[in-house]
């Protein structure tokens, strides 16, 4: 087994994850896996990296499949033995004008960007090692979509006690209320992704509680973040920042020193812990 520092970064072929992987690359000192659902896609980003000089390597990781996820669950315990770094940046979001219904891109969008990311904290947050760093992307959109949330939405959102059961509910509540047509009158907003990333938010706070309860000794720091406005294909040419400046924030939550006891179970935006 390699006593080789590992960090792994979900959905990232492309975007503001393969940023992140080139930023990894050039400042963690340990192997880098850059992920994809798609083989060819990945690979070519990790030869689009190698002509920069960079040493990614690859491994597919859908986080729609549990399979898959457990494959590299299993990859990174052979080999490693465990896991250094986590990155959850995979994501998915509908254009503005997309005119899908409603209650399909609610399933969709929730089924990857909470259901998938929890899939894969429960597979691989066991396997982090002590002084590992966890990131989880959110978006600010979802502060903005917790204030159109009812007040008995948002108290429950707030709650410092809520459990991974009772969100997981609330967010399997919110697809199945869109489907009968009743989100509104159930006090939901009308945004897919802004609930999508509510759920990634409360997940962040609730992992790093249980991080606190049971791994206190282990210097675990577990963060969510958000790049900010990104040019990428995602949110689009007029975007403010380029995908390397999206990536730093998520990148120094990764490599915070082994010294650093916070950030954690905090909302990072410009490396600046925000009000949840
Ligand atoms: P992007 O360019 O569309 O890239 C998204 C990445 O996620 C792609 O690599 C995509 O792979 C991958 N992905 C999607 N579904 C996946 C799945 N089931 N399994 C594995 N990978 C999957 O978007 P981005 O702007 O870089 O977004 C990255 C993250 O930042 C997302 O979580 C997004 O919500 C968040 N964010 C972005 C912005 C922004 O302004 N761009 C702002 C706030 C938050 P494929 O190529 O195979 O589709």
Not at 46 to 68: K, M, N, T, Y
Not at 140 to 168: N, P
Request: aromatic share 6%.
């Amino acid at each position: 087994m390699s006593s080789v520092q590992v960090a792994v970064v979900t959905g990232s072929n492309k975007g503001i994850g393969l940023a992140i992987v080139r930023a990894l690359c050039k400042q963690f000192p340990g192997d880098v896996y850059l992920t994809s659902r798609d083989p060819g896609r990945g690979q070519a980003a990790v030869a689009q990296l190698q002509q920069e000089g960079l040493r990614p390597l690859f491994h597919q990781l859908d986080i729609d499949d549990l399979q898959s996820i457990r494959a590299l669950r299993d990859f990174l315990k052979e080999k490693y033995g465990g896991l250094n770094v986590l990155v959850n940046n995979a994501g998915i979001a509908f254009k503005v004008h997309d005119t899908t219904p409603f209650a399909v891109q609610a399933e969709v969008t929730l089924k990857t960007n909470f259901f998938g990311t929890r899939n894969v904290c429960t597979e691989l947050l066991p396997l982090m090692k002590p002084y590992g760093r966890v990131v989880n992307v959110y978006s600010m959109v979802s502060s903005s979509a917790l204030r159109g949330c009812s007040q008995e939405l948002q108290q429950k959102f707030h709650s410092d006690t809520i459990t991974e059961d009772e969100l997981v509910q609330l967010m399997a509540k919110f697809v199945e209320d869109t489907k009968r047509n009743v989100h509104d009158k159930e006090g939901w907003p009308n945004t897919a992704y802004g609930v999508s990333k509510i759920g990634v938010t409360v997940l962040s706070r609730i992992q790093a509680r249980l991080l606190n309860e049971q791994r206190k000794g282990d210097h675990i720091l577990l963060n969510a973040c958000c790049p900010g406005w990104v040019r990428t294909d995602m949110a689009g040419p007029k975007a403010t920042k380029s995908p390397d400046e999206g990536a730093e924030t998520p990148v120094y939550l990764a490599l915070l020193p082994s010294s650093a006891d916070a950030p954690h179970g905090q909302f990072v935006s410009d490396k600046t812990v925000k009000p949840w």
